[in-house]
């Protein structure tokens, strides 16, 4: 990892050019680093690419001006605005709720300036990738000594790890876990068994987080989503049906000597409101309750029942939404007792309808979809490798989906995971470039 820095960005640093430049490219070392690690770091990266941003912002205009992402970009920001002075208005109780909550969604747009930076290089797009997934296994390990003293059996004993609680620790340590799949040919040179035994330890490493991390959901997408991974890898040229052989090959059988080891934890993990699953199952939906007869939340009935709440809340307005901070407002006011613990309704998707409305919504799904785009041109174009490529694709479609059962969009840990994988999706788009100016006038800019 040190030469890699050192081949790339930290030589960069050591020579002369704008301050706005040394800026972003600070940013993104703290910020990759800090996205799974330590909160602190990844907002100084983060302060450090918006005063880049700043200092260059006739470059920041126009790079975002002629992207459609960027303009999609800028007319959520604008709605979101618009929609957190309207509603303060009209709920004015509520008014500080709607802003924060507005402001916390227009925080997540900070993956513009991630791409602002990564844009000038793509030399950067490894380096980031080694620091996000060592800063991974660094914010984890720091908090081992935590786990390790709460429980005799800490090997089964469910822990967040340093993340705010175990359901986002088993979806990044799952993110990372494909990572290590798909940059198997950059991680273990051929015959380089060192390499090997390091790769295969990290491996056991991060499995056995995902089963501390005991997420239902990840467990039951994971066989998917390796599949899919290994299949995109074979077909985009990244690795030979040999090596994705033997790599799956020494999954499975990590993944069945934790699962046999820990037999216990995840039968009963997975068997948790059995019955539930079979009303689910059986579309009996409305006779699904929120909490067990002990007065206790069900984990499973609470967010169904908290889905449907918001669908029919949602119908009332269903253009322009409540608001930025509506779910909380409408919760404490209209909902169930049994919901009253919560601030959201535990999904994306109706929560999204209920603080923005349609509009809102389809012009959010519109800059997913720029996203994906400028993700896959800048691959046919050779700029994005093939397999950063598949690892932000994956990463990405792996919150789409972990975000059914959860509203993490405008949590810290998320939030910092959106910014990079997005502004990497963003970086070298062919909407995204512009001419570069004149080395004199940049200097003079710096």
Request: proline share 4%; aromatic share 14%.
């Amino acid at each position: 990892m040190n030469s890699l820095l050192h081949n790339n960005i930290l030589t960069d640093l050591r020579s002369p050019q704008p301050k706005s430049e040394i800026l972003q490219k600070l940013g993104i070392l703290l910020f990759s680093f800090g996205v799974w690690s330590f909160r602190e770091i990844a907002v100084v990266g983060l302060a450090f690419l918006l005063l880049g941003a700043i200092i260059n912002w006739r470059q920041t205009s126009r790079c975002l001006t002629r992207s459609p992402t960027g303009i999609l970009s800028l007319t959520l920001i604008a709605y979101i605005a618009l929609s957190m002075l309207y509603f303060s208005l009209e709920f004015r109780e509520h008014a500080l709720l709607m802003i924060e909550e507005g402001a916390r969604h227009i925080y997540l747009f900070g993956f513009l300036l991630f791409a602002l930076a990564l844009r000038t290089n793509a030399n950067y797009l490894w380096p980031t990738i080694v620091l996000a997934i060592a800063g991974f296994f660094i914010g984890r390990f720091v908090n081992l000594p935590d786990l390790i003293s709460t429980s005799q059996q800490w090997w089964s004993t469910r822990h967040a790890l340093g993340f705010p609680t175990a359901i986002p620790m088993g979806q990044y340590a799952f993110a990372a876990m494909l990572g290590l799949l798909i940059f198997f040919p950059r991680l273990v040179a051929p015959g380089n068994r060192t390499a090997m035994l390091i790769w295969l330890l990290s491996l056991a490493i991060i499995i056995q987080f995902i089963v501390i991390s005991q997420s239902r959901s990840v467990w039951l997408i994971a066989p998917a989503f390796i599949a899919f991974t290994a299949f995109m890898a074979w077909r985009l040229g990244i690795m030979s049906r040999r090596s994705l052989a033997l790599l799956a090959i020494s999954i499975s059988i990590i993944a069945l000597i934790f699962a046999a080891f820990q037999y216990q934890t995840i039968q009963n993990r997975l068997t948790t409101e059995a019955e539930t699953w079979n009303q689910l199952v059986e579309g009996e939906i409305e006779s699904i309750p929120s909490t067990h007869e002990a007065g206790s939340v069900k984990s499973i009935g609470i967010r169904v029942n908290m889905i449907e709440f918001g669908f029919e809340m949602w119908a009332e307005r269903p253009f322009f939404g409540w608001g930025p901070g509506s779910s909380k407002m409408l919760i404490q006011c209209c909902a169930p007792d049994s919901f009253k613990l919560f601030n959201d309704l535990h999904s994306a998707y109706p929560e999204t309808l209920l603080r923005f409305g349609l509009i809102g919504a389809l012009i959010g799904i519109a800059l997913v979809a720029s996203l994906f785009r400028d993700m896959i041109a800048a691959t046919r174009n050779g700029s994005l490798p093939k397999d950063v490529f598949l690892f932000v694709l994956i990463c990405l479609a792996l919150h789409f989906v972990v975000a059914m059962g959860n509203y993490r969009v405008i949590n810290y840990d998320w939030r910092f995971y959106w910014i990079f994988f997005a502004g990497i999706a963003m970086a070298f788009s062919p909407y995204f470039s512009i001419n570069k100016e004149h080395p004199s006038d940049r200097v003079q800019q710096g």
